[in-house]
């Protein structure tokens, strides 16, 4: 059924695609039973596949990664395709448009997708009055970044602002500071500017009465010194975790004709996956498992799955996989880990 759905959404511009998804979406789950229906197919439940990172029980491992719900305008619909965890952002503390249209596109003949989206969101006051109105138990990830007229400079009292903003609504954080889609943005993992900005976050996470764990999310391109920095910034800042990886900026390999023509931007999917395995492989052994990963990148079966879980992720996200694959994917994922 997927693929007749995919056929026609192939047929539309990328990101009028997904507007559209989740009006039919929204549509379709307001049929009395179809909740019901899509549960049954899609949700996977056994005890096998509960997992306990970072002090959070989440019901199976595989989460919706950040960038498919940007403004928290469909959670509640998405737990329906049998998500573990959800997480929405990029969120910025003031609404922008991002970058100019046309930012989103499909490289079929490598199953990926180069994006130059810049953080379009509606700004995090917005997320916060749908948050309120949340009725799933599904673990909600907040993905926080600056805005991208914000100096790096200044770049802490933008993640401060949707850090203490977001903080009753959800029940993790992610700093992105690994998108090569603002300018300048991947500054920032410099490690005398990320420790920084980390460390403020969980100074500010202690003065909670309840406090969340803080992941880092960082780019697939980054040097084996570069990780090696990584590893010892979460050691410093005390942060509860990496997600691995971002998208990435090269272009090495890639079968998709002319891709070069379609400007810059990070690329996701197949393209990424060897890398990102590669870099879960690597931090979770420099480290000796000293942190939980969650891996993403170019998860579009469920032995894609397994050998990140193998490399060393404790949980594994996808996005580009479920555009391609659908809402199966994570099922399928969740009943292979059952029969391993």
Known sequence: MYQVVKTILFWMDPEKAHNFT???IRLVLRIPGVKNIWRSVYVVEHKSLEREVFGISFPNPVGLAAGFDKDAKLYNELEYCG?????????????????????????????GILNRMGFNNGGVEPMIERLKSRNTKVVIGGNIGKNKATPNDKAAED??????????????FVVNVSS??????????????LTKLLSL????????TKQLPILLKIAPDLTDSQLDDIISIVKDTSIDGIIATNT?????????LHVDDLGPGGVSGKPLTKR???VIKYLHEKSNGAF?????????SAKDAIEKLNAGASLVQVYTGFIYEGPKLISRINKALIRK
């Open 83 to 111: 998500f573990g965890f959800i997480e929405v952002g990029t969120v910025t503390p003031l609404p922008q448009e991002g970058n100019p249209k046309k930012r989103l596109f499909r490289l079929i003949a490598d199953q």
């Open 22 to 24: 989740f009006k039919i």
């Open 248 to 256: 990435t900026v090269s272009r090495d390999g890639l079968k998709t």
């Open 180 to 193: 090569p889609n603002t300018p300048n943005l991947r500054e920032l993992q410099d490690k005398e500017p």
């Open 201 to 208: 976050l969980v100074k500010l996470n202690h003065k909670k």
């Open 159 to 172: 993640y401060e602002i949707c850090f203490e903003a977001l903080h009753p609504y959800v029940d993790y």
């Open 292 to 300: 939980p990963i969650i891996g993403v990148g170019g998860i579009h």
């Open 276 to 278: 990102s395995t590669e």
